[in-house]
């Protein structure tokens, strides 16, 4: 089963408003990454995290991994129309990459 | 370099069809994979190779067999084609097994529908 969660599925946010996505994993994880995927494209790698605690900032983007390499976060601080599209995180709870399920970001101009 | 290429794009198959997914990378990555995606699913594991002439099952084997001949090569064939597979295949390399925190490659997706 999926050992790797991620809340919300789906978010709809007004242009300019602030999104955030959630990874839960019941075990401890030696780095996560984070992907993106446009509609109709495929998944692009953004960033890996790998300290307990790490925060790295990519513009408006703002990445966290949980002190307990538990738990990670994506936030985006102002969304633009070019942010829609599928956030993936992934992370190794198990000695194989497992994916979580994604959350869609839909924006209203 | 080209990266990691698929095809075809788009295939529609009826029940019981047999086919092969193409991939291929020009990176001289170790690591290839198989995935598919659904809606709500997000990527699911199907088959995986650590090099060539190694492979074993992911999360989501029955259905798929995979060969690994040569490092560049991982094609993914369907013997029975079955709706439960209409979905979309990623294909995807890495320097290694991704247990490290390898930057995993994703190719263009094939996107295939099983009547």
């Known amino acids: 089963g999926q050992q790797v969660m991620q809340i919300p599925q789906y978010q709809h946010v007004q242009e300019g408003e602030d999104f955030t996505t959630y990874c839960n994993s019941s075990t401890t994880l030696s780095n996560i990454q984070w992907y993106k995927q446009r509609p109709g494209g495929h998944p692009v790698f953004l960033i890996q995290l790998v300290k307990s605690g790490e925060v790295k900032k990519q513009k408006r983007l703002t990445f966290q991994f949980g002190e307990a390499k538990k738990n990670s976060s994506l936030h985006i601080t102002a969304t633009q129309t070019t942010d829609v599209g599928t956030y993936f995180c992934a992370g190794v709870p198990s000695q194989k990459l497992v994916f979580g399920q994604g959350t869609r970001l839909t924006i209203n101009p | 370099n080209a990266g990691v290429t698929q095809t075809p794009k788009f295939q529609v198959l009826k029940t019981g069809q047999s086919m092969t997914l193409q991939c291929a990378q020009d990176m001289n990555h170790e690591y290839m994979s198989w995935y598919r995606q659904d809606p709500g699913m997000g990527l699911r594991l199907i088959h995986y190779?650590?090099?060539?002439?190694?492979?074993d099952q992911g999360e989501v084997p029955n259905g798929y067999n995979v060969s690994r001949s040569t490092t560049e090569d991982f094609p993914l064939r369907l013997l029975s084609a079955a709706p439960s597979q209409t979905s979309v295949y990623f294909c995807?390399?890495?320097?290694?097994?991704?247990?490290?925190?390898?930057?995993?490659?994703f190719g263009p997706g094939t996107r295939l529908l099983v009547l």
């Open positions: 190779s650590v090099g060539a002439g190694i492979t």
């Open positions: 995807a390399s890495s320097q290694s097994s991704g247990t490290e925190g390898e930057t995993q490659y």
